[in-house]
């Protein structure tokens, strides 16, 4: 097995000290350019290899990031990867990806698992069944910053970055009313988790302002997955709905493909919208009127707003926590269109 190279076989070689040695490698200004040159050149012909790891854990940092997902076979959760790879690209760091599965038990292992790996910080968006943020005390009291995204705890004492659910559950339940819909199912998943919250709130107050009455068995909770908006879409269909907002375009996919199983047409006889602006929607007969989820907006800011907190944190300052709110926008397809579908054939 060939031997590594190390600064100090560098420093025998060319008869100086490894600290001169090492100071050249790093370009330090105190040694002349001529000694740096022929450091750097003597490095590459005898094969060195910079540690980069034991370098970066003597300045105590491992130059990773941790990112603790609630999955990640999203399109949403994809763009809001390369938003955070983009980022942390330029700053030199990588970042190790984790997921939760929906499961608050493998999240908070995974939390553990990322500390013991001695990330320099994390980025978070939580499972459906996480109920409180404890696992992540011990990155607070070692002052490892931390960013929530999407999915949060709003009382969490660290910066979070979201969309307004709520405007855009009320945009969404709104625009339904003004295609003539009075009779508005909505399936959504857990109301503990904040972003299924605040959409189901903007839907209740649409419903208020215009004057119409919210019936509680016209919304289902489930978790947004085929069998389960299957069943809950069947069970809806019960009430003789006028229209669906669905809080998942995958399950207004789904939903969709269910109403035309019943033989009902979609929008005429029952209106449909879905949330996320995933690709499928701009696929499926009819198009699926959305909302816009910025995915790699969303991973840009969180990022940026971590690289900060790193960058402060090392001079001993730190960043005032602030909930960061990013623009989303509603977009019209035929699926919602009950009246006006002929104007945006």
């Not at 939390?111 to 978070?124: E, F, S, T």
């Amino acid at each position: 097995m060939q031997k590594e190279i190390t600064i100090y076989d560098i420093a025998d070689k060319l008869g100086i000290s490894a600290t001169t040695v090492s100071r050249g490698l790093n370009d330090n200004p105190r040694i002349n350019k001529k000694t740096r040159e022929k450091i750097h050149a003597t490095a590459k012909e005898m094969g060195y290899q910079h540690n980069t790891l034991a370098s970066n854990l003597r300045k105590q940092q491992t130059k990773t990031i941790g990112i603790l997902l609630h999955e990640v076979n999203s399109n949403f959760i994809t763009s809001v990867l390369a938003g955070i790879e983009k980022v942390l690209a330029k700053e030199h760091y990588d970042i190790l990806i984790t997921h939760s599965a929906e499961s608050g038990e493998k999240e908070i292992a995974n939390a553990k698992n990322l500390l013991n790996k001695r990330v320099d910080g994390l980025i978070v968006s939580l499972a459906l069944s996480s109920k409180n943020i404890d696992h992540f005390t011990p990155y607070f009291e070692r002052k490892i910053p931390v960013v929530f995204f999407d999915r949060i705890i709003p009382e969490a004492d660290c910066t979070k970055v979201v969309i307004d659910n709520f405007n855009c559950g009320y945009n969404a339940t709104a625009h339904l009313i003004a295609q003539g819909c009075k009779k508005i199912a909505h399936i959504t998943a857990d109301l503990a988790r904040n972003v299924y919250n605040d959409r189901f709130l903007g839907y209740k107050k649409a419903l208020k302002n215009n004057k119409i009455t919210f019936k509680k068995e016209l919304v289902k909770v489930c978790n947004l997955d085929k069998a389960e908006t299957i069943a809950a879409t069947n069970e809806l269909l019960k009430q003789k709905p006028d229209a669906f907002f669905i809080t998942s375009d995958f399950a207004a996919a789904v939903c969709i493909e269910v109403l035309h199983e019943h033989n009902l047409r979609v929008p005429k006889d029952i209106a449909v919208f879905g949330f996320n602006n995933d690709t499928l929607g701009d696929l499926i007969t009819p198009k699926l009127s959305t909302i816009d989820y910025p995915g790699i907006l969303m991973g840009e800011v969180a990022a940026e707003e971590l690289m900060k907190k790193i960058k402060l944190k090392k001079n001993n300052k730190k960043l005032i926590d602030q909930t960061i709110t990013i623009p989303s926008e509603i977009i019209i397809r035929q699926s919602s269109l009950k009246k006006d579908y002929k104007k945006y054939q």
